[in-house]
Structures are given as structure tokens and as C-alpha cells.
């Protein structure tokens, strides 16, 4: 079955980095897009970071760009979030989501399928 499951989260302080990596199986990587969503306590899931199948569209939200880049491995199953100067409210719990029409729009909605979460804090 489809599976997509996350890690790499923790602690860190404000401007350090994290990577998180999302391993899928039971579909296959390049037919797929995959988004990178989080959600704080108290507040609604958004799109963080997202890329088609085909890896020639991305979206970043505007609180990250310039600090965290996706990138879809799909010969290794994987996917990751370079997560750069981070920031106290970047904490969250961290999911990867596979869309099955390849679009990599920032609307959860139309994802597909979810991993399970992992937490980031940043925090000194």
C-alpha cells in the first residue's frame, strides 16, 4: 500500500537547519507530487513547499522561500525539505503528502495521501 513516511525533525536553534527526508513506497515517485505541509498548534495546515511529478514546478510559501528547498529523489523513493535559518515560528509538525495528479498545488486538499508527521522545534 501507499506509504509515505517522514524524519529528520528535532530541536534546533533559531538559525540553524534541519532536513527532513519522506520515504515513500507502494507508488511510484515520478508520477507523483509531493508537498510538504505543517501545521502549529491553534493554527490551520499550509503548504510549505511542493513539487510536480516531474519535478519542473515548485511552489514555496512566501515565509520560506529563500531558506528551505524541495527536492524529489525518485530513483531513491525519497524526498526532502533543506530546511535553512530557521526560525521561532517554524515550529510545527512537518508532513510530506503525494498528489496523484502531479500538480504540487499548496491546497491539502488535494492531496492524496499523508505521512504520519514529524515534529520541529526551534527554540533556544
Known amino acids: 500500500q501507499v506509504q509515505l513516511v517522514e524524519s529528520g525533525g528535532g530541536l534546533v536553534q533559531p538559525g540553524g537547519s534541519l532536513r527532513l527526508s519522506c520515504a515513500t513506497s507502494?507508488?511510484?515517485?515520478?508520477?507523483?507530487?509531493i508537498g510538504w505541509f505543517r501545521q502549529a498548534p491553534g493554527k490551520e495546515r499550509e503548504g510549505v513547499a511542493c513539487v510536480s511529478s516531474s519535478s519542473d514546478h515548485t511552489y514555496y510559501a512566501d515565509s520560506v522561500k529563500g531558506r528551505f528547498t524541495i527536492s524529489k529523489a525518485n530513483s531513491k523513493n525519497m524526498v526532502y525539505l533543506q530546511m535553512n535559518s530557521l526560525k521561532p515560528e517554524d515550529t510545527a509538525v512537518y508532513y510530506c503528502?503525494?498528489?496523484?495528479?502531479?500538480?504540487?498545488?499548496?491546497?491539502?486538499?488535494?492531496?492524496?495521501?499523508w505521512g504520519q508527521g514529524t515534529q520541529v522545534t526551534v527554540s533556544s
Open positions: 507502494g507508488f511510484t515517485l515520478a508520477h507523483y507530487a
Open positions: 503528502a503525494g498528489e496523484v495528479l502531479g500538480r504540487g498545488t499548496p491546497d491539502p486538499s488535494d492531496y492524496d495521501y
